[in-house]
C-alpha cells in the first residue's frame, strides 16, 4: 500500500485533504504543529479528525513560532481582524506552510513515502502567498533537489485536491466521503471551549461554503457570534 | 544598516559564514537549532561564535527532529560511522536544511531582512544534497513565492559565500577575519565534555583544511582520538 503523508490542522480542509487521500488508496500518516498558535483548540479538532479517518499514525510537531511572531496567530498583542481586508492581512505567518512542508518532507523520505498531501486552496482563501499553485510547484521542485528520496529515489510529489475547489465544492467533496465538519474547528479566534467567533476571515469563508453548497452548517459558535 | 540572517551551528563553516557576512556590513541576526542532535554541545559553540561576533540577537529555536528521525544525528540507535562511505551518508539528517531555512526565512520576513547567510559547502562537504548549488536557487525560487517579503517586498536572496571553497579556503577567510576556531564544534560524535573523536565525516573534513591551509588545528579532541 502506498504511503502518503498528510497535513492535518484540524480544520475543514485539511479533514477533506485526508479523506481525498484515502479514497486514493493512500496509507494516511497524519501531521500536525503545536505552534504556538492562538486557535490551539484545532489541535484536539486534528487527532479527532485523524482517529476517524483511521490514520496508520499521528504526529504532533511541537514548535516555537511565538518566538518568531509577526502574525496575529502567534502574537497575542496583534487582534484577529474582524473585517477582511486589502493584500496579505495579519494572519498570515509569516513561512508557516514552508516550516510544516518541510517537516513534512523530512517524515516522507524516513518513511518511505512519496507523496505529500496539504489542502491548500487558492480560490475561497486568505490571500496567504504559500498557497497558490506557483508556490507548490516551487515547492515540489525544492523538495527533490534537497532529500535523498529526491536524488537517489522515486521523488516527492506534493498533490494538492482542493487548490481549484470553492469551498461549496470542498464541503461537497467532504461530504460524498463522509467527513464529519462539526469535529472540525476553522476559526481563528475561539474562546476557551473552542466555540467560533462567526467573524474572522477563516469564519467568513466557511460559512459562505456551508450556505453555497446548501448543507447545514454544523460549526459551533459562541452565543451571539452571527 | 541592512539586516541579515545567519544560520549559525556552531560549526567552522557558519563561523566562517557570520564574519563574511559582518564584513559585508550586515547587522546580523544569529539563528540556531536545538533539534535533539547528538552532537548539542555545538549549541554552547553557537552561542560563543554569536557573542563574539556581536550579533545583534541569537534566536535559539526548539523543535523535536528525533521524532521524525532517519539519521545518525537524531536517532541514537544509528551510529555514527567512522569511515567515509558511498552515496549519501547516514548522518544526513532529513531535509534538515529545509526546515532551519524556513524557519531563518519566517524571521527574516518579521525583522525585514532581505538576505539570508547559510553556511553550505558543496566541495568538501558529506555528499547530503541540501548541500548544492542547485538546491539553493530552487530554495530561494520557492522563498520568493512563499512569502509577503516575495510577493509584496523586495524579496529574500539565500548567499552562501562558502559553497565553492575548498575547507582550506573556507579557513584561510575565517583566520583573516579573526575566527575563533578553538571555539567551533564540527564533531558528530562528540564526548560529554564536547571533545571531538578524530573519525567521523566532519573531523577528518576539518582536520584536513586545517593540515591543508598550513593552519595549527586547535580542535580539542579526546584522549587517543588521531
Known sequence: MKKAVVLVSGGLDSATTL?????????????SFDYGQRHRC?????????????????????????SIGGSALT??????????????????VPARNTVFLSFALGWAEVLGAEVIFIGVNAVDYSG?????????????????????????????????PLIHLSKAEIIQQGMRLGVDYASTV?????????L???RCDACRLRAAGF????????????AGAR
Chains 1, 2 share one sequence.
Do not use: F, W
Not at 476553522?186 to 473552542?194: L, T, V
Open 19 to 31: 479523506a481525498l487521500a484515502k479514497e486514493q488508496g493512500y496509507a494516511c500518516y497524519a501531521i
Open 42 to 66: 484545532e489541535l484536539e479538532a486534528a487527532r479527532q479528525v485523524a482517529e476517524m479517518a483511521g490514520v496508520v499514525e499521528h504526529k504532533l510537531i511541537r514548535m516555537d513560532l511565538n
Open 75 to 92: 502574537d497575542s498583542s496583534i487582534d484577529v481582524p474582524q473585517q477582511p481586508a486589502e493584500g496579505i492581512p495579519v494572519t498570515y
Open 128 to 160: 496567504y502567498p504559500d498557497c497558490r499553485p506557483a508556490y507548490i510547484t516551487a515547492y515540489e521542485k525544492m523538495a527533490n533537489l534537497a532529500t535523498r528520496a529526491g536524488v537517489e529515489g522515486s521523488g516527492i510529489h506534493i498533490q494538492t
Open 186 to 194: 476553522s476559526c481563528y479566534n475561539p474562546d476557551a471551549e473552542g
Open 196 to 198: 467560533a467567533c462567526g
Open 211 to 222: 450556505e453555497a453548497a446548501g448543507v447545514p452548517d454544523p460549526t459551533r459558535y459562541q
